[in-house]
């Protein structure tokens, strides 16, 4: 298995509060990715990193931030969590080949 | 931009049985394919990929997967499935022509197989 943890593993938060997902990797792999997870939608991409410092937006990137100060730390920030962003959260890494490899995923839960 | 869509969003076969799972894709440019498979509160895990060559592509845990690009499918088969087989399928497609490791997934919205005694 690709070397991914991320943190914390589940997470329940009230509306209106900061929120960071933290994603580690051991693999020194140049791109990662955060996606979310939804009933009859399947994964949808936040951002993604190509580099350190180098992001860029996914598909549904409102209401996210992302940083990456580390090559093996990529963090997504929720500013002000709403309802809406309850979800499960993915993050992936990619190195020599194209496809992703995925971690273990964060179970939030916003109140 | 690309579009993944799977045609089943459950399909339930018996222990032993052979299964399809279906996958069509649309994009404007030559494109790879993925199968992911989730299993119950778990992430995402590789079942195979097709990047050239070939049309029909082996994975793990005894599945297959053929490219039909005048079709543009990607049919997921397993010729005798297990209770273990259990889980969610996800077809993910990817444009080619771009830098090597980084890719843009798109992702189906996932087939549930349900494998019954």
């Known amino acids: 298995d690709a070397g991914i943890t991320q943190s914390p593993r589940h997470k329940v938060t009230e509306t209106g509060t900061p929120v960071t997902l933290r994603c580690h990797q051991t693999?020194?792999?140049?791109?990662m990715y955060w996606y979310r997870q939804d009933p009859g939608h399947g994964l949808r991409l936040i951002h993604y990193s190509y580099g350190v410092k180098d992001t860029d937006k996914g598909e549904v990137s409102d209401g996210y931030s992302v940083s990456r100060s580390k090559t093996e730390d990529f963090l997504l920030t929720l500013e002000s969590a709403t309802s809406s962003q309850t979800s499960v959260y993915f993050c992936a890494i990619s190195g020599r080949g194209i496809e992703q490899y995925f971690g273990p995923g964060t179970r939030l839960t916003v109140t | 931009a690309q579009s993944v869509t799977q045609l089943d969003s459950q399909v339930p076969v018996f222990e032993e049985a052979p299964v399809e799972l279906r996958c069509n894709y649309s994009?404007?440019?030559?494109?790879?394919l993925f199968w992911y498979v989730q299993y119950p509160n778990q992430g995402l895990q590789l079942l195979l990929k097709y990047l050239s060559g070939s049309t029909l592509v082996k994975g793990i845990n005894g599945f297959e997967a053929e490219f039909n690009k005048s079709q543009t499918s990607f049919h997921l088969r397993k010729p005798s499935v297990h209770i273990s087989d259990t889980a969610e399928y996800f077809c993910?497609?990817?444009?080619?022509?771009?830098?090597?490791?980084?890719?843009?997934?798109?992702f189906g919205k996932g087939t549930m197989l349900l494998v019954s005694p």
């Open positions: 994009s404007s440019v030559s494109v790879y």
């Open positions: 693999e020194n792999h140049r791109y």
């Open positions: 993910a497609v990817s444009p080619q022509g771009i830098n090597s490791g980084y890719s843009t997934l798109t």
